[in-house]
């Protein structure tokens, strides 16, 4: 079975620019989560779809992040202007979420790693 | 709000030593609790989890067990090997934090031969 898939794998940018992550959940999964992970930290959530709606994005600056998920399948997530504490890595997970809710497994990708210069 | 306090690393074994990283929640309800992996070079995975109280989870050797009377899922492993090098992620979903998944900042773990 695939695993979730992101790309890119690394970026740098200058502080302002724009910059967009994609992310592929794994086939037949509802819910999908970015994350945001800064050095020396656990991940937090930026953003939770179940589907194509949102569950949940309280977390997410919203004066600078966006996010989307077409079809309710690939999703991305948008930066715009970037910022220098925007460093970190961005992780994308996702869950069958059968209505089982809290005890579901999240799987994750391997991260795109930002770097805001 | 819901919190996840674990203790800070790095964690220094050597190789067939004891290990135990704590972990400690504030939650109300009846949360989740898990704790995830990070080997190097690779993103996060499930290592094991617990749904309610008294429950056990296990996974490759390593146990946690939910107690609520302290509020605890303290991971323990009788014997660790060098492959277990990785930082280690506690966690809890549920409570009043609805489905949100709230990580600790995690552990990192050396094991030398």
């Known amino acids: 079975e695939a695993g979730v898939a992101q790309s890119p794998r690394y970026k740098i940018i200058e502080k302002r620019q724009s910059v967009a992550f994609w992310c592929n959940p794994i086939?037949?999964?509802?819910?999908l989560y970015w994350y945001q992970q800064i050095l020396g930290q656990g991940p937090k959530l930026l953003i939770q779809?179940?589907?194509?709606?949102?569950?949940?994005d309280s977390q997410l600056p919203k004066d600078r992040f966006s996010a989307e998920r077409l079809k309710g399948v690939d999703s991305t997530l948008k930066i715009q202007p970037a910022k220098l504490e925007d460093s970190a890595v961005y992780l994308c997970?996702?869950?069958?979420?059968?209505?089982?809710?809290?005890?579901?497994?999240?799987?994750f990708g391997p991260g795109t790693r930002l770097l805001v210069l | 709000g819901n919190s996840v306090t674990q203790m800070e690393g790095p964690v220094t074994l050597s190789e067939e030593a004891f290990l135990t990283i704590n972990c400690t929640y504030t939650?109300?309800?009846?949360?989740?609790l898990f704790w995830y992996v990070q080997y190097p070079g690779e993103g996060l995975q499930l290592l094991l989890k617990?749904?309610?109280?008294?429950d056990k989870g296990s996974n490759k050797g390593f146990e946690a067990t939910y107690r609520k009377e302290t509020t605890s899922f303290h991971l323990e492993k009788g014997s660790v090997q060098v492959s277990d090098s990785a930082v280690y992620f506690c966690?809890?979903?549920?409570?009043?934090?609805?489905?949100?998944?709230?990580f600790g900042a995690g552990t990192r773990l050396f094991v030398k031969a």
């Open positions: 617990a749904t309610k109280a008294d």
């Open positions: 779809f179940q589907n194509n709606g949102v569950v949940d």
């Open positions: 997970a996702s869950s069958l979420d059968l209505g089982g809710g809290r005890g579901e497994t999240q799987y």
């Open positions: 966690a809890l979903r549920g409570g009043d934090g609805g489905f949100k998944t709230i």
């Open positions: 939650a109300t309800g009846y949360p989740s």
């Open positions: 086939s037949g999964h509802a819910t």
